[in-house]
């Protein structure tokens, strides 16, 4: 483990600045006010761990607004700074195989979930182990597949085996709720990809199911969308999920290379992305999170880089005068 020195920079990011990533429609809905992301910074190198080269999970500290990065191939974590600055990373024979998702709560302990699905590494903000958690109230052989945080502390876990989503208090773990069933219909969950939850509705990614379930929660289903199908709104393999602050869900599909904001009702409002190694393009993405002050994180294992975007508007299109 090693505490990186601040002032060293191995991110290539200059050459973004002023580029934008253009959306793959053109038609936005009359009530949705217009939008693009444009990339600013690509994160792209540890310190001394040299280039990240699968990065596969996010989590964002949304006090400290660092980025905490999983890349399972050189099987290193590590974080960059708001400013996109290399801090801190670490590796360990012992206590860190494959990390495949990442969770950070309040008070900067990381969870880590790793190949081995049925247990949670916990670290603290410089990689100190801090001991394993394996989440009680499971079956025997759980596969737990998506970990995250909640407004008010709480830890979510998705669990594979079960089609579940069970809530923890953290850290003392103390079963709080849980929801869902194994299939494909409403309310059930075949392949859990991702979690994110707001104040308002906890929200579920499904490689197989439904590819995007809303609850509110007391855990009762509210609302999903998306087939496994042709279509602009549809997925072919929705892999991360995140909300911002307007209460727009982001879905990062790795076979389509892009990434989709609908609003809570369903409706699709931007479509950004495509295949290719040009800043904007988000070649096969794995995950998705959003930062303090709106700033977007797209993990893309096609191009082993972190993409940051920021939103910007666009100018609202006149409307035809009557005659």
Request: hydrophobic content about 40%; overall charge neutral; cysteine-free.
């Amino acid at each position: 483990m090693k505490v990186l020195p601040p002032i060293v920079s191995l991110l290539v990011a200059a050459a973004l600045l002023g580029a934008a990533a253009t959306p793959l429609h053109a038609d936005e809905p009359k009530e949705i006010e217009p939008f693009t992301l444009r990339p600013v910074q690509f994160l792209q190198a540890w310190m001394y761990e040299g280039p990240i080269r699968e990065p596969e999970a996010l989590a964002v500290d949304q006090k400290t607004g660092e980025v905490w990065i999983a890349d399972p191939r050189n099987n290193v974590v590590g974080a960059f700074s708001a400013e996109g600055m290399p801090l801190f990373a670490f590796s360990s024979d012992k206590y860190l195989r494959n990390p495949r998702q990442l969770a950070v709560d309040d008070r900067g302990r990381l969870l880590v979930l790793e190949q081995d699905r049925t247990r949670i590494r916990q670290f603290n903000y410089r990689g100190v182990y801090l001991g394993d958690l394996v989440p009680p109230n499971l079956g025997e052989k759980p596969q737990i597949a998506a970990i995250a945080f909640g407004p008010d502390g709480s830890l979510y876990v998705g669990d594979n085996a079960s089609g579940e989503i069970l809530i923890y208090s953290y850290p003392a773990l103390r079963l709080k709720k849980r929801f869902g069933s194994r299939g494909e219909e409403e309310g059930q969950f075949r392949s859990i990809a991702g979690i994110a939850v707001d104040e308002q509705y906890i929200y579920i990614v499904d490689h197989v199911g439904l590819a995007v379930q809303l609850f509110d929660h007391r855990g009762d289903f509210v609302r999903g969308w998306g087939q496994h199908a042709m279509g602009g709104a549809n997925f072919s393999l929705p892999r991360g999920i995140a909300v911002d602050a307007k209460g727009r869900v982001i879905v990062v599909d790795g076979l389509r290379h892009d990434l989709k904001y609908f609003n809570a009702d369903g409706l699709l409002i931007g479509h950004f992305g495509g295949a290719g190694r040009a800043p904007g393009n988000t070649l096969a993405p794995s995950a998705v999170a959003v930062g303090p002050g709106g700033r977007v994180y797209v993990a893309e294992r096609g191009n082993a880089r972190v993409q940051v975007f920021v939103e910007e508007a666009l100018p609202a299109k006149p409307v035809p005068a009557r005659r």
